[in-house]
């Protein structure tokens, strides 16, 4: 028995020791993402104050640039959830997957890319997931802390 909880107990510290790296390396891109950004915006200005032609292409790089930034925003919330709840909750992995959706609609949209097919088929996977995130909330276990591997 003591072997077991031993067991559970490194595996709980392991897991909870890759989750912590995960968030470290999400911080460092989410801070480069943040710097890109920046930089981005830096070389589209003198464009957009009259300065050398048009940076159409800079801007719509800037866009998709911006929603990443978001989707790897809700990406570092699932991890920071799962050291919190040591689990992944049907709700957050579905608000990433509708944040990401909705970049590619955006990008598709704002790059004229998307055919009348792909914008129906992003739009029903979009309500599927929005049914699904609801659903997730309707239907949720209680608010308690769930104890996960390794904990007591």
Same mark, same amino acid.
């Given at each position: 028995?003591?072997?077991?909880?031993?067991?559970?107990?490194?595996?709980?510290?392991?897991?909870?020791?890759?989750? $912590?790296?995960?968030?470290?390396?999400? @911080?460092?891109? %989410? /801070?480069?993402?943040? *710097?890109?950004?920046?930089?981005?915006?830096? #070389?589209?200005?003198?464009?957009?104050?009259?300065?050398?032609?048009?940076?159409?292409?800079?801007?719509?790089?800037?866009?998709?640039?911006?929603?990443?930034?978001?989707?790897?925003?809700?990406?570092?919330?699932?991890?920071?959830?799962? $050291?919190?709840?040591?689990?992944?909750? @049907?709700?957050? %992995? /579905?608000?990433?997957? *509708?944040?990401?959706?909705?970049?590619?609609? #955006?990008?598709?949209?704002?790059?004229?890319?998307?055919?009348?097919?792909?914008?129906?088929?992003?739009?029903?996977?979009?309500?599927?997931?929005?049914?699904?995130?609801?659903?997730?909330?309707?239907?949720?276990?209680?608010?308690?802390?769930?104890?996960?591997?390794?904990?007591?």
């Amino acid at each position: 028995m003591d072997l077991k909880r031993s067991t559970l107990s490194a595996y709980g510290w392991l897991l909870d020791l890759l989750v $912590i790296g995960l968030i470290l390396v999400m @911080l460092v891109t %989410l /801070a480069l993402s943040f *710097i890109r950004l920046v930089q981005d915006l830096w #070389l589209i200005v003198p464009g957009a104050l009259g300065g050398e032609g048009s940076n159409e292409k800079g801007l719509h790089q800037l866009v998709i640039n911006v929603l990443g930034v978001f989707v790897l925003i809700e990406l570092f919330r699932t991890f920071t959830d799962y $050291i919190e709840f040591h689990r992944i909750r @049907l709700h957050v %992995l /579905a608000d990433v997957s *509708i944040v990401f959706i909705l970049r590619e609609l #955006l990008i598709g949209l704002y790059g004229h890319t998307l055919q009348w097919m792909d914008i129906l088929s992003l739009a029903a996977l979009l309500l599927v997931l929005v049914g699904m995130r609801t659903l997730a909330i309707r239907v949720s276990p209680p608010k308690e802390r769930v104890k996960g591997p390794g904990t007591d």
